[in-house]
């Protein structure tokens, strides 16, 4: 069973860096298997950040592309999250997921979230 | 951006009700559509992936159909742990796009 957890700070100061890491569990990062980034903020709807591959590709959401740097560190079967210039809007529950473009399985496995608030 | 347009918003329903969401894409997304449940304080669970196959695990009140831009989910027999709100989604082309979500209400 794979599992997923997100850790990073839950507080970021505006102009500020948000950086996260996912955590992969119960198998490896390296299969034929995207891993995506997903936030909500808080009362709202779901918005996909980006997703990578084991190999370092990456998609982002043109929404947030000139700010999100997604990696990958095999080693630690981990992947993470870079999100620049970071405001108020930028708060949100962000989730980490195995899943991606063109995957039949959609998102199957997902981390609990950690709650990012961007403040002062 | 292909977006995902999901009907209703929000609906009430009773326990043992048939509950149908629909879920429209701008453009063809093929058979690339999922559905996920979400319940308040908890991430998205899959329910059905590529537009009509039950994710396992998932109670087989739930089903999915559809394919091109038109698609549907449908919970027979709601039950009380279904109010919830749910979410559909295409992984067919970048950026990946969620609907807005429809919220099921107890009635």
């Known amino acids: 069973q794979v599992q997923l957890q997100e850790s990073g700070p839950g507080l970021v100061k505006p102009s500020g860096i948000l950086s996260l890491t996912c955590a992969v569990s119960g198998g490896s990062i390296s299969t034929s298997d995207w891993w995506s980034w997903v936030r909500q903020p808080p009362g709202k709807g779901l918005e996909w950040i980006g997703e990578i591959y084991h190999s370092g590709s990456t998609d982002y959401n043109p929404s947030l592309n000139s700010r999100v740097t997604m990696s990958v560190d095999r080693s630690k079967n981990q992947f993470s999250l870079r999100l620049n210039s970071v405001t108020a809007a930028d708060t949100a529950v962000y989730y980490c997921?195995?899943?991606?473009?063109?995957?039949?399985?959609?998102?199957?496995?997902w981390g609990q979230g950690t709650l990012v608030t961007v403040s002062s | 951006d292909i977006q995902m347009t999901q009907s209703p918003s929000s609906l009430s329903a009773s326990v043992g009700d048939r509950v149908t969401i629909t879920c429209r894409a701008s453009?063809?997304?093929?058979?690339?559509l999922n559905w996920y449940q979400q319940i308040p304080g908890k991430a998205p669970e899959l329910l059905i992936y590529a537009a009509s196959n039950l994710q396992s695990g998932v109670p087989s009140r739930f089903s999915g159909s559809g394919s091109g831009t038109d698609f549907t989910l449908t919970i027979s027999n709601l039950q009380p742990e279904d109010f919830a709100t749910y979410y559909c989604?295409?992984?067919?082309?970048?950026?990946?796009?969620f609907g807005g979500g429809t919220t099921v209400e107890n009635k």
């Open positions: 997921a195995r899943g991606g473009r063109g995957e039949l399985h959609g998102f199957d496995y």
């Open positions: 453009q063809s997304i093929s058979y690339y």
């Open positions: 989604q295409q992984n067919y082309v970048i950026p990946l796009k």
